[in-house]
């Protein structure tokens, strides 16, 4: 059932309604300006409420360390504002081998360089903050304390309350089918309910990103494929036994922690596609179990409750194309979030926000320029988890 009519125009429309594409309408709105969301079905329902949660700054780049420290700003700042929860419980990586101890210490000082409190620490240390590791094989950790966690049903539904409560309209079930272009210029959108008149058009779709790029005649290539990732729940354990979010490269790219309801939630690099499928698989099942009980042997007791599957809007470099698009008057795409698109969102809306209405950012978006691939000029590949 539509929620709400299609308003005739909107001065900005923006086409998705993840994390992205709401917290951009949030920030837009109370900026003054008008916005209209166009979700094809409801909020979150992309890869938004499929995700696992994960807020970090541990990236291997000087620009994702920035953006990801002021995300966690507006995090901390939201979340104490619209009462949804952040734990600043930390990212916990273990490490097993010499090579992936200087990896880490050169990340570690780019972090530390920004302001991001990580550190190398000792298996003991680990073990004092996750008790129940096992850390026979491992030699370090890199622990950062303000890296956490955020609900992303939560978290999605406040923003979207608060854009609306801004003045933006959020437009549910409703679909966007192609782009009336008069001369280079945007008019308006086409939707399976009617038309929408409008002259700046961002395309927020992330995993569908390619399509819309299609359907505006976008010849700029900008390649963001989906992949299908699998995530996992148990049964709930003793809350607080897995603060942190874990992560072992070695064991399968795995990551996982404990939801506040308790349950242990996560996920391995196993990764299928390009495709939009989304039905689990036995594989990721098997690989999941193998890999987290080599992390925390304890696991091996517990049941597990339901698997399920998102997309990864995959590009080459793992790194999303964010910009203005100047091939079409007033075009902006925030896509291929390459699986760490939630922990963005809230910088993201900032820069997005700042090039729309100001035409400039002081949050290094360059890094993110869809022209790059054009170029070929690929990013170092950036931290992905999964
Ligand atoms: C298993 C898994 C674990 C993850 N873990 C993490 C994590 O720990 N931390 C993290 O930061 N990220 C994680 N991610 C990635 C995260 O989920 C995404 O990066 C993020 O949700 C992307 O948000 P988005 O708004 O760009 O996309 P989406 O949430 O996918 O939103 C795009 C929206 O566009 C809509 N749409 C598409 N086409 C149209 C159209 N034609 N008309 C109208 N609407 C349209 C879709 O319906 C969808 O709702 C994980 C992902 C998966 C799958």
């Known amino acids: 059932m539509p929620t709400k009519e299609l308003p005739e125009r909107s001065e900005i429309v923006i086409i998705g309604g993840g994390i992205i594409g709401v917290t951009l309408a949030h920030e837009l709105a109370k900026r003054g300006e008008e916005v209209t969301v166009i979700e094809k079905r409801f909020v979150g329902s992309g890869s938004t409420f499929r995700c696992g949660t994960g807020i970090r700054q541990q990236f291997n780049d000087e620009a994702n360390v920035q953006v990801m420290k002021r995300s966690v700003e507006l995090w901390k700042h939201y979340s104490e504002e619209y009462g949804f929860s952040f734990e600043q419980t930390g990212y916990l990586f273990l490490l097993y081998d010499d090579d992936e101890v200087e990896e880490f210490k050169r990340n570690i000082a780019i972090q530390n360089r920004f302001g991001v409190p990580t550190r190398l620490i000792t298996p003991e240390e680990a073990k004092e903050i996750v008790p129940l590791l096992d850390i026979s094989e491992v030699i370090a950790a890199s622990w950062n304390p303000t890296d956490g966690k955020v609900d992303p049903f939560y978290s999605t539904a406040a923003f979207a309350l608060n854009a609306e409560r801004f003045g933006a309209k959020l437009v549910e079930y409703t679909e966007v089918k192609d782009f009336i272009i008069e001369n280079g210029e945007i008019k308006g959108l086409k939707t399976n309910r009617g038309v929408i008149k409008t002259g700046i058009v961002v395309n927020a779709t992330n995993a569908w990103a390619k ?93 597990i409750l339901r698997t399920w599957a998102g997309y990864y809007a ?56 869809p022209y790059r691939f054009e170029r070929g000029e690929l990013r170092g590949q950036a931290l992905q988890m999964g």
């Open 211 to 303: 399509l819309i790029n299609a359907m505006a005649g976008i010849k700029t290539p900008i390649p963001i494929e989906p992949y299908k990732h699998q995530a996992v729940i148990t049964q709930p354990i003793r809350k607080g036994a897995i603060k942190p979010m874990v992560i072992s490269f070695k064991y399968g790219h795995a990551y996982l922690t404990q939801t506040s309801h308790g349950g242990v939630v996560g996920g391995v690099g196993y990764e299928l596609g390009p495709t939009y499928d989304l039905n689990p698989t036995y594989e990721f099942m098997r690989e999941v179990s193998y890999y987290f009980t080599r992390i925390i042997p304890a696991l091996r007791e517990l049941l």
């Open 314 to 369: 995959k590009t080459p470099d793992s790194n999303p194309a964010i910009g203005k698009i100047e091939e079409l008057n007033d075009y902006y795409i925030a896509a291929g979030f390459s699986g760490h698109g939630f922990m963005m969102a809230p910088a993201v809306a900032e820069m997005v926000a700042d090039l729309i209405t100001k035409g400039r950012t002081s949050l290094p978006v360059e890094w993110y320029d």
